[in-house]
């Protein structure tokens, strides 16, 4: 057998291509150390929980409540109701204001991001604003709009809409001037950059923004209830702290980290599911 016969015999090394019509696998964390890191996490808190019944039984009930008179109290709010009309109340003014606040903070950072101009014209009352300790205002807000949901609207948003706000203009900024460029130089209208290449680009920057909002404005609703002080978790707050019931008072900040947990978690999916492209190059 001639060399030429030998090496024609030899297999030929096929190229790492996939063919046509094949997916690639999401690349992520084996489920072994998925589960494990589950574990891990299921076990820190029940050492958690475990410690703080031991030890708040030990502690005056006056100053420190424990998990189990905790749910005991829990159950009872529930019977009655006062838990789910606090709750609704609540979730109403949240829901709304986070609505307006995200409307008007990505409007407005998409605009003072892209145009020098209208960026010249209102930084200086962006950074005033957001430097200005927004909770010594909330005196001013009661009188503007008195005890009801109005003032706890207008404070929930303006503490929700600057994280936003100053999220989307650095996304914005952050666009790559190459692909702007390019969009211009293809006689891309304004409209057409603005939603194939800077919202695209600007996206995660966004998404970080709502986030942030997020614990913004629980943080908003909470302040505006303990002043107005008439419905709501925070109300309730006020009410059982004044009350000097501990375990009670516990019930609506647990609803409250529950809640900034679970609305910051959907927000992530939302995230996920709009821009997938960033989970999958991680």
């Given at each position: 057998m001639s060399a030429q016969d030998a090496q024609a015999t030899q297999p030929v090394d096929e190229p790492d291509v996939l063919p046509a019509g094949a997916e690639i696998e999401d690349i992520g964390p084996p489920p072994r150390q998925k589960s494990r890191v589950w574990m891990v996490r299921l076990a820190s808190i029940v050492l958690v929980i475990g410690a703080w019944e031991a030890l708040g039984r030990r502690v005056d009930p006056l100053f420190m409540s424990y998990p189990s008179a905790i749910a005991?109290?829990?159950?009872?709010?529930?019977?009655?109701?006062?838990?789910?009309?606090?709750?609704?109340?609540?979730?109403?003014?949240?829901l709304l204001a986070f609505v307006i606040s995200s409307i008007a903070g990505i409007a407005l950072g998409l605009l003072i991001g892209r145009y020098r101009t209208i960026e010249a014209a209102t930084d200086w009352l962006v950074n005033a604003l957001y430097a200005t300790p927004l909770v010594a205002i909330v005196p001013?807000?009661?009188?503007?709009?008195?005890?009801?949901?109005?003032?706890?609207?207008?404070?929930?948003?303006?503490?929700?809409?600057?994280?936003?706000?100053?999220?989307?203009?650095?996304?914005?900024?952050?666009?790559?001037?190459?692909?702007?460029?390019?969009?211009?130089?293809?006689?891309?209208k304004e409209w057409q950059i603005f939603t194939k290449i800077i919202l695209p680009s600007a996206l995660p920057y966004m998404m970080t923004g709502l986030r942030l909002g997020i614990g913004r404005a629980i943080i908003g609703m909470v302040v505006a209830?303990?002043?107005?002080?008439?419905?709501?978790?925070?109300?309730?707050?006020?009410?059982?702290?004044?009350?000097?019931d501990t375990a009670s008072m516990f019930v609506p900040i647990f609803v409250l980290m529950f809640l900034g947990v679970t609305l910051t978690a959907g927000v992530r999916y939302v995230e996920e599911w709009i821009a997938p492209w960033r989970y999958t190059e991680e």
């Open positions: 005991v109290a829990g159950a009872q709010l529930l019977a009655t109701g006062e838990l789910l009309t606090a709750l609704y109340s609540s979730l109403r003014t949240l001013l807000v009661v009188l503007w709009f008195g005890l009801g949901d109005g003032a706890k609207l207008f404070i929930v948003t303006i503490l929700a809409v600057f994280p936003i706000l100053i999220n989307t203009i650095a996304g914005v900024r952050n666009v790559p001037p190459a692909l702007i460029d390019v969009g211009a130089a293809f006689a891309a209830e303990f002043f107005t002080a008439i419905t709501g978790l925070g109300a309730l707050i006020v009410k059982y702290g004044n009350q000097y």
